[in-house]
């Protein structure tokens, strides 16, 4: 009989340490989910630095802006947030799952755009490496997914175009 009840005890241990240990894992996963949707938010936060050469770019889109000498300031800025977007995803601290529907977009519309493509992306293409592994890998991402991939008709030379051209 007491080695029935120590077998029952041990087995109500056992249930209870690996309810336990269930409890604190759910605990720690959650806290790892807010801390990645506030990395997230603020990540995305930062990049109201960059509304307005956004918005500038938009406006080229519909043949509604002109950029300026300044301007080519801001695209640099602009395009740094998109390297540090590459490193993150790189590195794995970010999917394309979690940062596509946000920055998708933003990306393209800059990398697509005549402008930036001639005066930065193209004229100083041996600085621009993570953008143009951004760039292959985001297509990759998009076109497995049959998403739409915005100014596609003035796309980018891929990576490997990219080794190509710096030689």
């Not at 990049?47 to 695209?75: G, M, P």
Request: aromatic share 18%; proline share 1%; hydrophobic share 45%.
């Amino acid at each position: 009989m007491l080695e029935q009840l120590s077998f029952v005890a041990s087995i109500t241990s056992a249930f209870a340490a690996i309810f336990g240990l269930l409890g604190i894992w759910y605990q720690l996963k959650k806290q790892s989910d807010v801390s990645s949707a506030d990395f997230l938010i603020k990540f995305n936060d930062s990049f109201e630095n960059h509304k307005d050469i956004y918005r500038k770019l938009i406006a080229y889109q519909e043949n509604k802006a002109v950029f300026s000498a300044e301007d080519v300031a801001e695209i640099v800025s602009y395009l740094t947030f998109f390297e540090t977007l590459q490193y993150l995803l790189h590195s794995k601290v970010l999917t394309f799952k979690v940062v596509d529907d946000l920055f998708a977009h933003r990306f393209f519309i800059a990398v697509h755009n005549q402008f930036v493509q001639e005066n930065e992306l193209v004229k100083d293409r041996l600085y621009y490496k993570n953008i143009y592994c951004l760039y292959d890998r985001w297509i990759e991402y998009r076109k497995s997914r049959n998403f739409p991939i915005f100014g596609e008709k003035n796309g980018l030379k891929s990576l490997e175009d990219y080794h190509k051209l710096i030689g």
